[in-house]
């Protein structure tokens, strides 16, 4: 979703929350409002040049943000390209040069009516099979990380085999910003990164911007904006291609190494390293050590942390040291049970309703307080759902 930000600047990021959370103007309660915006065939777009399989994501104004419509033609469509014995490579990119995809169209999610329950069942169920189909694909999958890439813009380009980042790439999983948590299989590429920095990421909402998408772990090329549609050209034309041909061209064309721009939190490194540890006791002592250290730095992340809500940091928290021992079919299922539970609870709606719809920034946090979760309330987010409601995967 959006970068971690503190009260004073909230106000600054609404735009690149639009896709993931609603535009409306006005609390969305009535059954129309449970519908998908104007979602329609054309919103994503599929063409072959020679034997590569072209997914290019249309709706820039939109930010490229997924409808459920989106993302069942897309299953479908990646499902029908893995075994057509025709197609030999995916690109995936977004229309515009604003987003790749800023992540899930959300705002029929927000009625709390029944088709309002009926779409936050469809919308997550399909668009975790759409991530997860990305991640199994028998052909090279390439995404075009271009602009804004948040939520689940990161579930459909960071579980394939290469991303390439731009000088525009904007990547974040900020949900905790609005009372959610970092889905889309953030469960499983965020605590594999080193030096804690996915957790980090996760619960203070930070951007990663350009090259530092690389540095970290989740981009494996890099190349300028000018030159995509050189790139996208020359892997289009590859001759029975695979992945190591692939791979190949991308390397041919990676500008990482000759631009010798450094990692911008590598002074901050070792610090990240040691307090936004899962071996931490839980995140009220990561939001100590952040004050005891008193470093300008130190001092930033525990005011960005005191703005999130606190069931998100203390479920996120959870949900990554779960996660890091689970594969990436796991950690989706997981991801499931936990939003399905989530959205029965407070802190979703009331998040969205004060950074988008009434826009007075100031969510009232239910429980306000860390010291008032307990455990045993972060465990009912990872209960099973009964046997008939329960992702299901290939």
């Known amino acids: 979703m959006f970068r971690a930000l503190t009260h004073s600047c909230l106000h600054q990021s609404h735009r690149t929350l639009v896709c993931n959370l609603t535009t409306s103007t006005s609390p969305v309660s009535d059954k129309k409002a449970a519908t998908e915006s104007n979602a329609t065939d054309d919103d ?4 072959h040049v020679n034997r590569t399989g072209i997914i290019q994501l249309n709706r820039p104004k939109q930010l490229n943000c997924m409808t459920i419509t989106m993302g069942r033609l897309m299953s479908s469509k990646l499902q029908e390209w893995n075994s057509d014995g025709y197609t030999q490579l995916i690109i995936i990119k977004g229309a515009g040069s604003k987003a790749f995809s800023a992540g899930g169209d ?3 999610l927000l009625a709390k009516t029944i088709d309002g329950e009926r779409l936050r069942r469809d919308f997550f169920y399909d668009g975790y099979q759409t991530y997860y189909l990305t991640s199994v694909c028998k052909v090279p999958y390439v995404a075009l990380i271009n602009g804004i890439t948040m939520g689940g813009g990161c ?4 579980h394939g085999s290469f991303q390439v980042a731009t000088e525009m790439t904007t990547l974040a999983m900020p949900e905790t910003s609005i009372g959610f948590f970092p889905d889309a299989g953030g469960s ?28 970290v772990g989740l981009a494996t090329h890099f190349v300028q904006s000018s030159r995509l549609a050189h790139v996208e050209q020359k892997l289009s034309t590859i001759s029975n291609a695979d992945h190591e041909s692939v791979e190949r061209v991308l390397d041919e064309n990676n500008e ?26 839980n ?37 990554l040291k779960r996660g890091k021992h689970l594969d990436l079919k796991d950690c989706l299922k997981m991801e499931y049970n936990i939003a399905q539970h989530l959205m029965k609870r407070n802190d979703f709606f009331e998040g969205s309703r004060a950074v988008l719809v009434d826009k007075d920034n100031k969510p009232r946090w239910q429980p306000t307080a860390l010291s008032d979760i307990s455990d ?10 009964p046997a008939d409601e329960e992702l299901k995967l290939p």
């Open 106 to 108: 959300m705002k029929g």
């Open 155 to 158: 579930g459909m380009s960071l």
């Open 376 to 385: 045993d309330d972060i465990a009912r987010f990872f209960e099973k759902l």
């Open 188 to 215: 499983h590429f965020l605590p594999r990164l080193s030096n804690n920095v996915g957790v980090f990421l996760a619960l203070t909402g930070h951007r990663l911007r350009g090259l530092d998408v690389v540095h």
């Open 44 to 47: 994503v777009k599929f063409f």
């Open 283 to 319: 995140v009220e002592s990561i939001m100590q050590e952040l004050k005891s250290n008193g470093s300008e730095f130190a001092l930033k992340q525990h005011a960005i942390l005191q703005t999130k809500s606190p069931t998100s940091l203390k479920l996120t928290f959870e949900q």
């Open 256 to 281: 990482a190494a000759q631009l010798h721009t450094p990692f911008t939190l590598e002074p901050h490194l070792s610090l990240i390293n040691r307090i936004f540890s899962l071996d931490a006791k």
